[in-house]
């Protein structure tokens, strides 16, 4: 089966503590993407890749870190300087990053805070 | 302002009623995507639009560039559609960057 996975499903952090949120793809795209999902708002832009070895900012970068080592991995690290980290996240994937490529997503992993 | 703004935020409906959801937007795009988030949280893609409307099955998207305006339909609605949906724009750039709206929740009580 095709898709993306998405591990852990749920993810406790404590205060100081840096965790990785993994992301995998089979269907050998180019592109991934890493969304932050807050109640009452729109997803938003974390990292962006649209090939290996080579990832963006997107639009609340602060805080977090990631790698694109492997085009099927794109691991998201939340950093200690993430003051709000508890939040659902997506990875999503195309083919390319090109304007009428479908974005596939990953089930979320949701990150708690103790 | 948000550049992606849905209505309603929240919808309640009984089976079979025609369902309408709203999509508003103030930015020059390239496509629009109507997406739907299930409760566990994953997202499946519905549409993706720049012009005119797409069916499939009861769902019916619509979009009018001119006024910036998008509309998803469900027809014959159903408890099993019952999900947050969510519309996102795609700005004319080369990075496939997607501006998300807020979401729809909508419940659909048998």
């Known amino acids: 089966d095709g898709g993306i996975t998405q591990s852990p499903k749920y993810l406790f952090r404590k205060e100081g503590q840096n965790v990785t949120l993994s992301c995998e793809q089979n269907?050998?795209?180019?592109?991934m993407y890493w969304y932050r999902q807050d109640p009452g708002q729109g997803l938003r832009l974390i990292y962006y890749?649209?090939?290996?070895?080579?990832?963006q900012k997107g639009d609340i970068a602060e805080g977090y870190s990631v790698s694109r080592e492997k085009k099927e991995s794109f691991p998201l690290t939340v950093t200690s300087a993430q003051k709000n980290p508890t939040a659902f996240y997506l990875c999503?994937?195309?083919?390319?990053?090109?304007?009428?490529?479908?974005?596939?997503f990953g089930p979320g992993t949701r990150l708690l805070v103790l | 302002k948000n550049e992606v703004e849905q209505s309603p935020q929240n919808l309640t409906a009984q089976e079979g009623e025609f369902i309408t959801i709203n999509c508003s937007y103030s930015?020059?795009?390239?496509?629009l995507h109507w997406l739907q988030q299930h409760p566990g949280g994953g997202i499946v893609s519905l549409f993706m639009?720049?012009?005119g409307k797409k069916k499939h099955g009861r769902l019916i998207a619509t979009i009018n560039i001119q006024e910036k305006h998008s509309s998803l339909h469900i027809t014959a609605s159903h408890p099993r559609d019952s999900a947050v949906y969510i519309c996102a724009v795609r700005i004319p750039s080369n990075t496939g960057k997607l501006i998300f709206g807020q979401g729809t929740t909508l419940q659909v009580k048998p």
């Open positions: 639009l720049s012009s």
């Open positions: 269907l050998n795209h180019d592109a």
């Open positions: 999503a994937s195309s083919r390319s990053g090109g304007v009428r490529e479908t974005q596939y």
């Open positions: 890749s649209q090939i290996v070895n080579d990832f």
């Open positions: 930015v020059g795009i390239s496509a």
